[in-house]
């Protein structure tokens, strides 16, 4: 769906057929047979998709901003000046400084140590719920999907009602009634954006096992007497798993910006803990104040660079995974 | 069609009174109101009267019951703070936040729309790697730092009025007050309607149909303002109903940004002060308007598309 | 016969109704040129219908849809060629004039009626649509030139079936509907990519039937562009057979079918079973598949599927030359050894 934008501008052979000719009239796209010296049926699947997204530069960046991002994070208490909870109240809210690169924020902390550790924290729940929400939304949207009937009508019924909470506003009910009082650090934030997040997994992963369900091989492993659990896990899994980890993948920058608004908005992480939207509600409430920009300027930059780091990723992964959709 | 909207009403209906009971039982049921304070603060034979009073000794499905009552007569308790009705603050926020959300939506339209038409007809143009670029920029930034950084450097000056707002003086004029938290929460929306126009065009584009209305010798603008725009915006409308959910979590953000009085704002503070009477009526108003607008949307979507209005 | 408004365009009735002429029609792309069209030339008059045959792939399609002017530059490229409607050349003019001939003096319908009408717009609107925009006539009365046309075209219940959409449209129905639409404004030239190939049997010989009896009353020129030698058979008055971008042998029905003077030509014949012979003879099919346009054979495009190939057949690709009096073509080295072996397989 989406280009971009380094690309190579060449018309590729599959954008011809996308001009107003016959679908029959360019049979360019059944003749790998009748090409001689390529090697494209030998290579596996994934060879393919990693040689389909070393090419799209944009990914590539991604994927090294992704791989540096969590080496930072795995660093951190190597890197990391200061300790990032260690409040100086006398050399609060001091602008950047060749002690404090980052400045201090409004307990004295060091502002560049709370974001490396704001980093660790970021990508521990990010990815974390995108495991979550991958296990249970494919585990649901499987089971809905093949046995069909009373479980599909049943899940799906369920699911609409999560998805009638928009989301930032579900997790805030959700993070408010786990922990009241702010004293359990960040996993309930993880836990409120699995609940919220599982849903569109379940739908999507449903879509394609209901439309794999009926495809030919299943059948034909259906006649041989394959179990239900063995057609799931072995031909319907692997087949219908493309589009759900490329939403996955995406749901990572989600769930970063998601955990950030929250505690922007005074829900989630307490204010002892390094978290980038915290450090950016501080900035906040000091609006106004002069010099003060830095203390919501330096985290928001980091939830940038992560956000996009990830969206880079899973628009190469989408675009490799399926090259019809570029 | 009528009975397509029965049967969805329905099941609104339905989705509404299941989430309404995933509220009380998260807001009301684990967190009890009166021992947070603290057996000291509230003496213990206190407490047990507030409860008599406030019926929660009652068995929790009775306490639903008169809540969902209460819910749909538009009793939404009592404000703790300010001791007012919630649902005469509710009232007063909302038209504030509707304004909001219609200015928002019609910008991300207008230039979500524009944006991918523009990348989809002349693809891979100029005009088309731009707009690639700077929907995965506003996609990639959260909203609160796009409000944050519109507040620093814009707000105040000229058009805008400054924020805080003064809560003495005149009121200032709607259009000025809404339309840099308008456009903060147009950002993201109009760029992943952009984006979805624009596959979404591309693939309408290659449609045999297109050509059969090209072979007609219609203008190009014909085929493209009407055979391919009128099929292009079915899956679009289908993100507006889903981004509506997406638009009212910004709202919140925005409107706490910008300090304007909406809906979100009223949350915000009630965060911060710990209200559950008024964060329960706030998530409340969010799930009913969100589901419904879903409804309209679909309806919407039927009349679009006659394959789905006729089946 | 309609009220079809003026056209600024003079065409010179005495000129043949529709030329084409050394039409090349290639894309650039990055396996290659695809030379989808590749150096053809024909022509039709009024009341006349021409059959292209060939496989998928061969540029019968592109070589149509060029007559319309629906393949866009870039990708395309137009090496040589030409197309004349009455003499006036459709290549050289402006893309304004050529859009107030399409759908006015050449229609098009197209191989599958489901994908080929728009899912969101009433069939007699998109019917109504073809008409206005050629003709300056109110809505109301393109709405009735809709409905008479549908029921012209054999639609049961014509007032209802206007509002309905395509899909409530059964497929032999909506084709019925596509060709409503083509002939709204009378053109003089019908272009009927495949239009049975989607439909049940019995339906593709009621749609045949149609065609037939509206050209019958409007004297309108048919290009039937199939694979169908079936279809050809028994509606086309000549032949065209298409392989690889080129004509390869060009004839009158009967020409082609009991004189095919071309390998491939033959070789399609002898895959086709006959009803109408008592015994069962043979098929042979032809072996191997059409090559890919962006990588044609050198020489003549079938000599590595042709029984009758020799080394001669890869030097040069061979002209279309008359091979008997009447304007029947082929472009064969072994016109003759074909010519015999046909003679050989009707005497069976």
């Not at chain 3, 009626?113 to 069939?123: H, M, S, Y």
Request: net charge neutral; glycine share 8%; with cysteine.
């Amino acid at each position: 769906m989406t280009e971009t934008p380094d690309r190579d501008l060449r018309l590729p052979a599959e954008t011809l057929m996308t001009e107003p000719i016959g679908e029959d009239v360019l049979p360019v796209e059944e003749d790998s047979a009748a090409r001689p010296g390529k090697r494209r049926r030998n290579r596996g699947q994934l060879e393919d998709i990693w040689h389909r997204y070393k090419k799209n530069k944009l990914a590539m960046v991604g994927l090294i901003m992704v791989g540096l991002l969590i080496l930072i994070a795995v660093l951190a208490p190597l890197i990391s000046p200061y300790d990032p909870t260690q409040q100086n109240l006398l050399n609060t809210i001091e602008p950047p400084t060749a002690d404090h690169w980052f400045g201090t924020d409004t307990l004295g902390r060091d502002v560049f140590s709370m974001m490396l550790y704001g980093l660790r924290l970021a990508l521990l729940v990010g990815v974390g719920t995108m495991l979550g929400s991958l296990v249970i939304g494919v585990t649901v949207g499987a089971v809905a999907g093949y046995f069909g009937r009373g479980w599909d009508s049943l899940l799906m019924r369920v699911t609409d009602i999560f998805l009638a909470f928009p989301y930032l506003i579900g997790a805030i009910v959700i993070v408010r009634s786990i922990d009241p009082g702010q004293t359990e650090g960040a996993w309930p934030v993880a836990v409120a954006l699995i609940i919220l997040g599982w849903t569109t997994t379940a739908r999507l992963m449903r879509g394609q096992v209901l439309s794999l369900r009926e495809s030919e091989y299943v059948e034909a492993a259906r006649s041989i007497g394959a179990s239900p659990r063995r057609i799931v896990i072995r031909h319907v899994l692997p087949n219908a798993i493309a589009p759900v980890l490329v939403y996955a993948f995406t749901s990572i920058g989600v769930a970063v910006v998601a955990m950030a608004s929250l505690s922007f908005l005074g829900v989630g992480v307490g204010i002892e803990t390094p978290e980038w939207g915290q450090m950016i509600s501080q900035g906040f409430k000091n609006f106004g104040v002069p010099n003060t920009s830095y203390l919501w300027i330096f985290p928001s930059i980091a939830i940038i660079i992560t956000t996009l780091a990830f969206a880079f990723v899973s628009d190469g992964l989408r675009d490799s995974l399926d090259p019809k959709l570029r | 069609m009528g009975k397509f909207i029965i049967r969805r009403l329905a099941q609104a209906v339905l989705v509404i009174v299941a989430a309404m009971l995933l509220l009380f039982v998260a807001l009301f049921t684990i967190g009890d109101p009166f021992a947070s304070s603290g057996d000291k603060v509230v003496p213990p034979e206190t407490q047990a009267a507030l409860r008599a009073k406030f019926g929660l000794d009652r068995p929790l499905p009775m306490q639903f019951l008169v809540y969902l009552r209460n819910l749909f007569t538009g009793d939404l308790g009592i404000d703790f703070d300010q001791r007012r009705e919630v649902s005469e603050m509710l009232a007063q926020a909302v038209p504030y936040t509707i304004r909001l959300a219609a200015v928002a939506i019609v910008i991300d339209i207008l230039i979500g729309i524009t944006a991918g038409v523009i990348a989809a007809v002349w693809r891979y143009s100029v005009w088309d790697v731009l707009v690639t670029i700077l929907t995965t920029l506003a996609i990639g930034v959260p909203t609160f730092v796009i409000g944050l950084s519109l507040r620093a450097t814009v707000s105040g000056e000229w058009f805008f009025p400054a924020v805080p707002r003064s809560a003495f003086g005149p009121e200032p004029f709607w259009l000025a007050e809404v339309l840099l938290p308008a456009i903060t929460l147009a950002v993201v929306d109009a760029a992943f309607i952009a984006r979805l126009m624009r596959g979404s065009m591309l693939e309408i584009m290659r449609a045999d149909y297109v050509r059969t209305a090209r072979a007609k010798g219609l203008s190009e603008r014909k085929v493209i303002g009407k055979h391919v725009m009128r099929n292009s915006v079915i899956p679009v409308v289908t993100y507006v109903g889903i981004g509506i959910g997406v638009l009212l979590g910004g709202a919140l953000i925005t409107e706490t940004i910008f300090q304007y009085q909406g809906v979100g704002f009223l949350l915000y503070k009630a965060i911060l002060s710990n209200n559950n009477p008024i964060i329960m009526a706030v998530s409340a108003f969010a799930v009913i308007t969100f589901v419904t607008l879903s409804l309209v949307v679909d309806v919407l979507y039927a009349y679009l598309d006659p394959r789905i209005r006729l089946s | 016969m309609a009220s079809v408004d003026d056209l600024d365009i003079d065409l010179d009735s005495s000129a043949p109704l529709l030329e084409v002429r050394d039409l090349r029609v290639h894309f650039v792309t990055d396996r290659g040129v695809v030379k989808a069209v590749d150096g053809v030339s024909w022509m039709v008059n009024e009341g006349e219908t021409l059959a292209i045959v060939g496989e998928s792939g061969s540029g019968k399609s592109v070589s149509a849809m060029t007559i319309l002017g629906l393949i866009q530059s870039p990708p395309a490229t137009f090496p040589s060629g030409d197309i004349f409607l009455r003499g006036k050349s459709l290549m050289k003019m402006p893309e304004k004039q050529q859009r107030k001939l399409r759908g006015r003096e050449i229609a098009m319908i197209f191989q599958d009626p489901l994908t080929a009408l728009n899912p969101v717009f009433r069939v007699g609107d998109q019917i109504a649509e073809m008409v206005r925009n050629h003709q300056k006539v109110s809505k109301v009365v393109a709405r009735r030139r809709a409905l008479d046309l549908l029921g012209e075209v054999g639609i049961p219940n014509p007032a209802v079936r206007l509002n309905q959409y395509p899909h409530e449209f059964s497929g032999g129905m909506r084709q019925r509907a596509m060709i409503a639409m083509a002939l709204a404004n009378d053109p003089q030239v019908l272009l009927a990519d495949e239009p049975t190939t989607a439909l049940d049997v019995t339906v593709q010989a009621q749609i045949m039937a149609l065609l037939v009896k509206l050209q019958e009353d409007r004297n309108t020129a048919i290009v039937l562009i199939t694979h169908d030698l079936g279809v050809v058979a028994s509606h086309a008055d000549r032949i065209n057979v298409m392989y690889a971008g080129r004509i390869v042998e060009a004839g009158t029905t009967d020409e082609i079918f009991y004189e095919p003077r071309h390998a491939y030509t033959f070789g399609l014949l002898s895959s086709l079973a006959r009803m109408d012979h008592r015994r069962q003879e043979r098929l042979t099919p032809i072996k191997g598949v059409p090559p890919s346009l962006a990588n044609v054979p050198p020489g003549c495009p079938f000599h590595p599927r042709c029984r009758f190939a020799t080394e001669a057949c890869v030097v040069a690709v061979p002209r279309l030359e008359t091979v008997s009096g009447n304007g029947h073509l082929a472009a064969c080295v072994h016109s003759d050894q074909v010519g015999m072996a046909n003679e050989e397989r009707l005497a069976q």
